[in-house]
């Protein structure tokens, strides 16, 4: 075994340089050094999008894209989605360990004691327009979230960031089930803290008069919450971790990571997945459309396919697939459902789809369960936020108490104009 160190020759000036390795990673910072002058800034990285950039040390979530592994603090998701809860789930990504008895029932006590919102919170949602898009409404008033409680600005204090955590994964269901009253024009209801987590939620979204949560759909909603709660350092996290980093409160750093979940490429997939079975609509179109996909240079993608991290099948994908028959037992069989199996075993058999490694990801069945379920298609990037909302936390709370860790502020390579004069308007 050789030494864990890298060797650099410049070959501008002929000098080597010894960068040590760590961790399977060598620091930006060691390349400054590398200088063609002694005026040259140093040696950068280039790299767009993070592609091969860790930005922090994590113990949370560890992906394994090529196998398509996905564990929270050690414990296989496959575990925890057959035999835990959304709640148990949130509290092991938050605090490294699952808890006891005594400390999930304190933990559930503190969640449930916090799903009330301000009744002012009401009149602010009440003033969006009926067809404000729920993940808007949920964005902008888990903003406003700020300005109710102040004292979340003291960032340093870890019981502070606490009771911001509770009110936060407290009040996600609350606020995205107001969203979704509001839009179809229906009274608010409020919690009812004697239900579960999932439970509470199904009676604010759906309750008309009576309502008696249905136990396979309030477990099917655990097992997509579970599934959903953290994916190490994606779009959204990066904007949560990147965001927190200049100290703001976490109200204000969790909406701009549910503004990053909200586009198509991201929380957003779920949505446009339905959208595109639903103009499919029908098996006898699925060649014409995946010769589309082909064609279209990268333009027209198959939505729910392909990720960033997993060149194999989406773990969480998998188990999706199974809960939809369970969740279909008790609603009737989604008539998407057919258009989807069909589409994803000619896309698996296709040449440019296995050579790219797209397979099915997380948002590609999930859909399919939420509509069964009656959420309507606006919702589903809101059911992604919700249990996404105690791993952004989670990551949040980690780099707060990371020593190595300050505003985040990349490079850039400047290509600009160079210095020039101003020339008065009415003399251009
Ligand atoms: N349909 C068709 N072609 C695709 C797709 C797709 N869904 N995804 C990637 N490709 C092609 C792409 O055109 C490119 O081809 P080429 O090499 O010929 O230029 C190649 O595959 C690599 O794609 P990429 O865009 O460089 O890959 P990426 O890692 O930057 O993108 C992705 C990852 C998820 C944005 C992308 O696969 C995608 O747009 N998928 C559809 C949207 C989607 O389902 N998003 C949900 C992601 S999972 C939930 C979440 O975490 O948010």
Redesign the pocket.
């Known amino acids: 075994m050789g030494k864990d160190t890298l060797t650099i020759t410049d070959n501008r000036t002929g000098k080597s340089y010894e960068v040590p390795i760590s961790l399977g990673t060598i620091k930006a910072m060691d390349l400054r050094q590398i200088k063609a002058s002694d005026d040259d800034f140093g040696l950068m990285t280039y790299d767009p999008?993070f592609?091969n950039t860790a930005s922090c040390k994590s113990r949370i979530t560890f992906i394994d894209g090529d196998k398509g592994i996905l564990n929270y603090r050690g414990y296989p998701i496959e575990q925890l989605a057959e035999q835990g809860d959304y709640l148990e789930t949130a509290y092991l990504i938050l605090n490294g360990e699952l808890p006891t008895r005594p400390q999930y029932d304190a933990w559930a006590y503190n969640i449930t004691h916090h799903t009330m919102v301000h009744e002012n919170i009401k009149e602010l949602m009440g003033a969006f327009r009926y067809d404000a898009h729920p993940m808007g409404m949920l964005m902008s008033t888990v903003a406003a979230l700020s300005t109710f409680y102040p004292e979340a600005r003291h960032v340093h204090d870890r019981q502070n960031r606490q009771n911001q955590i509770f009110r936060l994964i407290a009040k996600m269901p609350t606020l995205a089930a107001f969203a979704y009253r509001h839009s179809v024009g229906l009274h608010f209801v409020y919690p009812d803290n004697d239900l579960s987590y999932c439970g509470n939620f199904l009676r604010m979204m759906f309750s008309v008069g009576k309502y008696d949560v249905n136990p396979v759909l309030e477990r099917a909603l655990e097992v997509l919450f579970i599934l959903h709660a953290d994916?190490e350092q994606?779009?959204?996290t990066s904007a949560m971790r990147g965001v927190g980093s200049s100290e703001v409160d976490p109200y204000s750093s969790t909406a701009a990571a549910i503004a990053a979940?909200y586009g198509?490429?991201?929380?957003g997939?779920?949505e446009?997945?339905l959208r595109m079975l639903k103009e499919i609509g029908s098996k006898d179109h699925i060649p014409a459309f995946i010769k589309d996909?082909?064609e279209s240079?990268?333009e027209?993608?198959?939505?729910?396919?392909?990720?960033?991290v997993y060149k194999n099948y989406?773990p969480r994908a998998k188990i999706i697939k199974r809960i939809a028959e369970e969740v279909f037992e008790v609603t009737g069989k989604n008539p998407l459902l057919e258009i989807a199996v069909e589409l994803e075993r000619i896309a698996l058999s296709d040449e440019?789809?296995v050579k790219?490694k797209?397979y099915p990801?997380?948002?590609?069945y999930s859909g399919i369960i939420y509509q069964a379920m009656g959420f309507p298609v606006d919702m589903f990037p809101v059911l992604?936020a919700i249990p996404r909302v105690s791993g952004w936390l989670s990551q949040w709370n980690e780099m707060m108490d990371d020593k190595e860790q300050k505003i985040a502020r990349p490079r850039q390579i400047y290509l600009g104009a160079d210095r020039r004069e101003y020339v008065p308007l009415d003399k251009r």
């Open positions: 999008a592609t994916h994606n779009c959204s979940l198509p490429l991201h929380g997939a779920n446009m997945v996909v082909k240079g990268g027209v993608r198959l939505m729910g396919f392909g990720h960033r989406d440019y789809f790219r797209l990801n997380v948002d590609f992604f």
